[in-house]
């Protein structure tokens, strides 16, 4: 198997790059769930024909959602309704991560109270543990994932309970939720309200957690995953912190302006536009005197100004005098975050609305 160049591990780019397509790089492909696969009841576009690609080609698939209300088997009806065949044994939830977590620090028949869906319920039985709802039950722990139905009376209950001295566990703290209708309030907006009520802050399980990543990993049994995630804060910042490649996709929360300002902590190791990134090569960016080259785009920082120069043209794309709108490829922008990310000084007060120029229909 032809590997994903480590290019961000041995310090000769920001950026990895696989000279064959990606899928014949790994044996394992993580994916985020919301605004990669899909968008509430509906899939994201190329995404059902580059999974059926990728699990033909013999790549496992393996996804990893920090939806913490339905259970596997729902994750998995959905994405078949959606025509991407999935075992209930290739989803690994928030719920998942959070009932394990529990399981390692509490002994079977612990009662934790339950502010979430059904997939919290069903995890937390899997592992001998015993859901209640009400603070009068006297639980030991507080576990709260996402529910859309959730109301004051749930929140009231937390907050009761962690009162009483229970441990507050949150499946994740993401702060928005991406949907066909637009961003909503994720658990992390939820939490916030148990957590400022009563002046504590939950332990958080799911991603950017090291530990969901690293089980989802021993469950699908590969040995060079790589993680796919349109979200910086979760999919990219946790794939980071377990020590795996990532790629970025354009198709929910996180941008090119985004990257560009983002932390080590939170930069993806490969981009595509989708999923077709899955069969797609990703070419090496290198640097080339004081610039970086990415095939034909190269891009500087020249007086704390980012510059891209791609077909016979410079574009300054922050600063004072920064363009006020740009569609570059997305090799410029591969360009970009190499110089971006290893600048000193770069000013991006002022930085360009960037646009990724689709490659193909």
């Known amino acids: 198997m032809t590997e994903i160049h480590r290019s961000s591990l041995t310090g000769e780019s920001p950026l990895d790059s696989c000279e064959q397509p990606l899928i014949a790089c790994t044996d394992l492909v993580l994916l985020d769930l919301d605004g990669v696969v899909y968008r509430g009841p509906h899939a994201v576009a190329h995404a059902a024909e580059s999974l059926a690609t990728a699990r033909e080609r013999g790549v496992s698939l393996h996804y990893v959602t920090n939806n913490a209300g339905r259970p596997p088997q729902d994750v998995a009806d959905h994405l078949r309704d959606l025509g991407i065949p999935t075992l209930e044994n290739e989803v690994t939830t928030a719920a998942q991560a959070a009932a394990v977590l529990i399981a390692a620090d509490y002994p079977a028949g612990t009662k934790v109270l339950v ?6 319920f069903l995890a937390l039985e899997e592992v001998g543990m015993v859901p209640v709802t009400s603070a009068e039950d006297d639980p030991a722990v507080v576990v709260q994932g996402l529910s859309r139905t959730l109301a004051w009376p749930e929140l009231a209950e937390a907050a009761y309970a962690i009162g009483n001295g229970a441990e507050f566990i949150a499946s994740n703290l993401d702060s928005t939720l991406p949907t066909e209708r637009g961003m909503a309030p ?5 939490v916030a309200a148990v957590a400022h009520a009563t002046g504590v802050r939950p332990r958080a399980t799911g991603k950017p957690e090291p530990e969901i990543f690293h089980q989802a990993a021993e469950r699908a049994g590969g040995r060079r995953p790589v993680m796919i995630g349109d979200r910086l804060d979760t999919d990219i910042a946790g794939a980071r912190a377990a020590g795996y490649p990532s790629m970025h996709v354009f198709t929910g929360v ?6 560009l300002r983002a932390g080590a902590h939170e930069r993806p190791t490969l981009l595509a536009h989708d999923l077709r990134g899955l069969l797609e090569p990703h070419p090496a960016v290198a640097p080339e005197g004081d610039s970086w080259r990415c095939r034909d785009a190269r891009a500087q920082v020249r007086d704390s100004r980012l510059e891209l120069t791609e077909n016979g043209l410079t574009t300054v794309l922050s600063g004072a005098d920064a ?33 990724v120029a689709p490659e193909r229909a």
């Open 323 to 355: 363009a006020a709108e740009a569609t570059i490829s997305l090799d410029g922008l591969r360009a970009l975050l190499a110089a971006g990310w290893t600048a000193d000084g770069l000013d991006l007060t002022r930085l360009t609305d960037l646009h």
């Open 254 to 259: 996180d941008g090119p302006r985004e990257l």
């Open 186 to 190: 994720g658990n992390g907006s939820l």
């Open 115 to 120: 502010v979430g869906g059904p997939g919290l």
